[in-house]
């Protein structure tokens, strides 16, 4: 499995759009990049994710570059319910159901 | 409004006690899973289930049976708990084939094992 690596905390301010970074540069070409986040105390939840290109749905946008080495979240106006821990992770093949969470990146939104 | 319930938030059980943790979900999922995550471990899968009565080990099954005997229904069961299995338990469904690539979550089980 390509291995992500993701900034470890980040802040960002109510009302503005928060970027989150993820780069999995072992990425193969049929692997989709996920994004779950994880509210504390409660369990993970699915936001979006993508092959090639970019997605939005109403939560986020998912922005992976072209050579599809690293990919961004986008969460348009962050707010304070959005402070969560965000994982970006990378899924081998349409049949592989298995979750597997790293450390991910801390958001906290400030008022 | 897709939910997935677990039987209960939190839980406290002695050595050796057996006990069930069950899972329910309300979207016709075919796939439900058995997580546990840890400190520093992440998100870890024990045992996943694709239809009624089928199952499949994940990484970490020692210690754990799993029941599916209703498709909406898919129970956790530790024969004999011991205190390394302290944990937080989570339960999660997914369509079956490409459009079930994504999961749904419950709250979790937080179980403390004295």
């Known amino acids: 499995d390509a291995k992500t690596t993701q900034p470890t905390s980040m802040d960002c301010a109510e009302g503005r759009a928060a970027n989150l970074p993820c780069n999995h540069s072992?990425?193969?070409?049929?692997?989709?990049v996920y994004w779950y986040r994880q509210i504390h105390s409660q369990g993970p939840q699915y936001i979006i994710h993508?092959?090639?290109n970019n997605e939005t749905n109403e939560m986020a946008s998912l922005i992976i570059t072209e050579d599809r080495k690293s990919s961004t979240l986008i969460l348009p106006h962050a707010t304070l319910r959005d402070t969560a821990v965000y994982y970006c992770?990378?899924?081998?093949?349409?049949?592989?159901?298995?979750?597997?969470f790293g450390a991910g990146t801390t958001v906290t939104v400030r008022a | 409004d897709v939910k997935v319930t677990q039987s209960s938030r939190y839980l406290v059980k002695r050595t050796g006690e057996k006990v069930f943790l069950e899972c329910v979900q309300d979207?016709?999922?075919?796939?439900m899973f058995w997580y546990r995550q840890d400190p520093g471990l992440g998100l870890r899968l024990i045992y996943f289930?694709?239809?009624?009565?089928?199952?499949e080990k994940g990484d970490i099954p020692e210690g754990y049976s799993v029941s599916r005997e209703k498709k909406e229904r898919f129970s956790l069961i530790l024969e004999s708990a011991s205190t390394n299995q302290t944990s937080m338990y989570l339960c999660?469904?997914?369509?079956?084939?490409?459009?079930?690539?994504?999961?749904?979550f419950g709250p979790g089980t937080r179980l403390t094992v004295t």
């Open positions: 999660a469904s997914s369509r079956a084939g490409p459009a079930g690539l994504w999961q749904y």
């Open positions: 979207m016709d999922h075919e796939n």
């Open positions: 992770i990378v899924r081998p093949s349409p049949n592989d159901y298995k979750l597997s």
């Open positions: 072992t990425i193969s070409g049929n692997e989709y």
């Open positions: 289930s694709y239809d009624v009565k089928m199952k």
């Open positions: 993508g092959l090639k």
